[in-house]
């Protein structure tokens, strides 16, 4: 028999972290993920059923995902050698930080912004630096090359538009750090199809560039697929680390399909940008809480009274949202998915019963 102490033997940046928490509360309206609120297009599953030769699950999968990587590489007018898929794009942040940092070296990234950024850094021993946003969620580019210089980061990552206050940061400020940062700069554009901006042109002029792009905001979270777009250097040097079967059969195979018959889906996006709009509309309406404008599938709201108590309120009303107090930046902030209209009435009404309970009785 052997008993060690397990925890001695952990690593000392490993043992600080604590798992990913996932609100797993039932709620029968799950607006908490920014995921879609529709299932993929039903001629998507018909198309699959009719595969001929179906999805060999006793085969390892595609190790270069031809198939899904030609789907892209005509939509974007890209070369095979420019692309990486990822078991989601999480996996590629992880990957990008494995190949361009070592111990002892920092990312940089503004703040309040998505949260695997910093957490994969911690998990491999990489310093994170943050860079405050300002009062509109943006920031100037001297800030941010201030910080640069001072610390010295091997790669900025950009959540563009920004998870979670929903904005796309100012392009010129963008456009100047590109110009003048010689490390990596990722452009996290998970959010793309709703905001419908993108820096994938500057590929041409900045080899430095990683684009970011995933499939989970629009449809498949469950598949895991996000893909990296960049120089055919760094996609090289991504190959050489990525586990070879790292995109399995059945994700690769769903997502060419749903990339290839895109036109329902994209009127899945369009209702949700339409959707977007109408609530950003009402909710600036209401006294009670403070909305900020969104270029992605989800709204950042201050509320005036204890956040936590709304979301509490609204998860007992089978309204779940995400609670983002804990972030000393984002006291009383509630972000909230956008879904189909009927969710979002639903939404809209709790919420204005919740925060305005006097204006009721009155
Ligand atoms: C959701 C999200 C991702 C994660 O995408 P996956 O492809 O599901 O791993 C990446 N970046 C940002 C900013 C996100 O909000």
Redesign the pocket.
Known sequence: MTQVNLLELVQPNIKKLKAYHVDTVDCETMLHA?ESPYAPPEEIIEILKNEPKGFQLNRYPDPNCDGLKSVICENLGVDKNQLVIGN???ELIQLIMQIFCGPGDCIAFPEPT?A?YSIIAQGMGVEAVKVPLDEQWDFKSQTFLEAINKHKPKVLFF?FPN?PTGNCFSESALTEILESFPGIVVL?E?YYDFSRTTFLPRLASHNNLIIMR?L??IGL?GL?V?YGIADPEIINQIDKIRLPYNSNTVSQTIAEKLLRHFGSVKKQIDSIIQERSRMYTKLSGLDALHVYRSDSNFLLFKVKQEGLSIFKDLAENGILVRDLGAHPRLKNCLRVTIGTPQENDRFLSQIKNLIQPSKLQA
């Open positions: 920014n989601g794009s999480d998505f695997m959540s998870n996290d998970a995933s989970s905001k979270a895991r996000g």
